[in-house]
Nanobody, 122 residues
Framework: QVQMVESGGGLVQAGGSLRLSCAVS????????LGWFRQASGKEREFVAF???????YEADSVKGRFTISRDNNRNTMYLQMNDLKPEDTAVYYC????????????????WGRGTQVTVSS
């Protein structure tokens, strides 16, 4: 059984930073491709960033240059370093394990965490 638990969210002022963590239980973490999504109130869940098992990464244009996705295979944990945060980054952030298909689409993911709230004040 795979479980994913996000942590690290909170309230921060615009221009500040946060680092989110996603702890993944279960086997074969090193072979899994992983993603971060976010969902603002009243909006669709949207793609944020992706990391392959080989550690190549891909970020959405809206966060490129500000957010960095990474992983620590020894800790079975994925991270999202978020710098220069903006009020429009306010959302619940989710981590997920990719299954099959376009990495930017939610239906391509097999497992999801419950999310962590990030609120950026202006």
């Amino acid at each position: 059984q795979v479980q994913m638990v996000e942590s690290g969210g909170g309230l921060v002022q615009a221009g500040g930073s946060l680092r989110l963590s996603c702890a993944v239980s279960g086997r074969a973490f090193t072979t899994r491709n992983l993603g971060w999504f976010r969902q603002a109130s009243g909006k669709e869940r949207e793609f944020v960033a992706f990391i392959w098992s080989g550690e190549s990464t891909y970020e959405a244009d809206s966060v490129k240059g500000r957010f960095t996705i990474s992983r620590d295979n020894n800790r079975n944990t994925m991270y999202l370093q978020m710098n220069d945060l903006k009020p429009e980054d306010t959302a619940v952030y989710y981590c997920a394990i990719h299954g099959l298909g376009d990495v930017q689409l939610t239906h391509s993911y097999s497992y999801w965490g419950r999310g962590t709230q990030v609120t950026v004040s202006s």
